[in-house]
């Protein structure tokens, strides 16, 4: 689309990429029940300007107002998860201790 570049696949219609030039996936909410008190919902983004193209993971965080939304890079998604998952190891080992 803008600047030659193919229209990304996951990019949701209701996005208004054509107008911002930053193509935005439906979110995905991780908050299993739906009433917690602070709601994460992750998607995806990449913005059309220059010839790079950032993009990443977007977090969308809620606690019951209007939702705070950060969009970060791939670098950063990727070792987010690799620093969730050793945190997680230790807050469940943790968590059988004490069971
Ligand atoms: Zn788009």
Do not use: F, Y
């Not at 600047?3 to 696949?9: A, E, L, Q, R, S």
């Not at 977007?58 to 969730?84: T, Y």
Request: proline share 7%; hydrophobic share 40%; glycine share 6%.
């Amino acid at each position: 689309m803008t600047n030659g570049k193919t229209h990304p696949t996951w990019c949701a219609p209701e996005s208004d990429c054509a107008a911002t030039a930053l193509h935005l996936s439906r979110l995905r909410p991780v908050a299993p029940r739906g009433d917690e008190v602070i709601q994460i919902r992750l998607g995806l983004w990449r913005m059309d300007v220059g010839r790079l193209s950032p993009s990443g993971v977007l977090l969308d965080l809620s606690a019951g107002d209007e939702p705070e939304r950060w969009p970060i890079d791939l670098m950063q998604a990727h070792a987010l998860v690799r620093v969730l998952q050793d945190l997680l190891r230790t807050a469940n080992a943790e968590a059988r201790r004490v069971a």
